[in-house]
């Protein structure tokens, strides 16, 4: 029994000390934070103020009485303006097309991949992973010049664009280079979970469903698409939850109009020096992340349940 206990902490305790250290404690501090004072110079409303000539300490709030260090004042700021709800359904709006353009380009890929032969099939997941290998930011900076007003790119479309009498249109710094930069970044992470769910389909099932009089698109929605959708589910969650609170990216292909919820937590945090309120969209962002990740767990057993 001793030997047993002792099996299940050795396994399942560095786990659980690494989520308690980087999340539990962490996401305990943030929350502790929403509720405080923001400081004259930024940060947190100190409890206690240090002299810098003599050391000596003085306490500035009345640790007895609440009202002095504890407000609701944040979260009443957060449900009161319309803007920052306004923001987060934009942000709502990138991950969601982000994730539709995935889903849309990654399953012909993943079907592609399932169904090549081994020695291709490797080749394939490797190209798929390769990007994984360079710097994020200058995967990103890559795309700056690619849809730069000198890029051949962008000279091509205008001078398209041209001959049929349309205006010049700038790619960089628009909403279009944003969905094209988040659709980059997490393509791999829908191709990934769709190709492990494809390939390990029956193909049997497909021929079975051929005898029986069912012609090529019937068997892909009768079968192959029920039979994917917790590949789907996966890929989904993967794609979605990081997409919603990215900032690096608007930051660097949007412009002002292609702001998201993660570029206000950090202009809250850095910029503007409000702890409270950059605490509280973070959990307003961690509360919604978390209430996608348990419906897209529900809908993928669900899923599965259906097989």
């Not at 996401?27 to 934070?33: G, L």
């Not at 020695?119 to 394939?124: E, F, I, N, P, V």
């Not at 206000?264 to 309120?277: A, E, G, H």
């Amino acid at each position: 029994m001793r030997s047993n206990r002792l099996a299940k902490w050795l396994i399942s305790g560095p786990p659980l000390f690494y989520l308690l250290l980087f999340f539990a404690i962490p996401s305990a501090i943030m929350a502790f934070a929403a509720f405080r004072f923001p400081g004259d110079y930024g940060g947190l409303m100190p409890f206690v103020d240090v002299d810098p000539q003599t050391g000596a300490r003085q306490v500035l709030i009345n640790l007895d009485n609440y009202a002095d260090f504890l407000t609701f004042e944040n979260f009443q700021r957060f449900f009161e303006d319309p803007i920052y709800f306004e923001l987060f359904l934009k942000s709502f709006w990138y991950a969601g097309i982000t994730t539709v353009i995935c889903i849309v380009l990654a399953y012909p890929l993943a079907w592609l991949i399932a169904r090549s032969p081994k020695k291709t099939r490797d080749l394939l997941v490797l190209l798929v992973i390769l990007p994984f290998w360079s710097n994020f930011l200058i995967r990103v900076y890559a795309w700056m010049i690619i849809l730069g007003p000198q890029s051949y790119f962008s000279q091509a479309l205008n001078g398209l664009l041209a001959v049929f009498g349309i205006e010049p249109v700038s790619l960089l710094f628009s909403q279009f280079a944003v969905i094209i930069g988040l659709v980059y970044v997490h393509l791999p992470f829908m191709v990934l979970p769709l190709y492990a769910n494809l390939e390990k389909h029956d193909m049997a099932l497909l021929d079975a469903a051929q005898d029986l009089g069912a012609n090529a698109w019937q068997r892909f929605w009768k079968v192959t698409w029920p039979l994917s959708l917790p590949g789907i589910w996966a890929g989904t969650a993967l794609v979605f939850i990081p997409a919603l609170g990215m900032f690096a990216i608007p930051d660097l292909l949007g412009g002002t109009d292609s702001m998201m919820i993660g570029n206000l937590i950090k202009q809250q945090f850095l910029d503007s020096r409000d702890w409270p309120f950059g605490s509280v969209l973070s959990i307003m962002l961690t509360l919604a992340v978390l209430l996608l990740a348990a419906f897209a767990g529900w809908a993928g057993s669900r899923g599965k349940d259906k097989r």
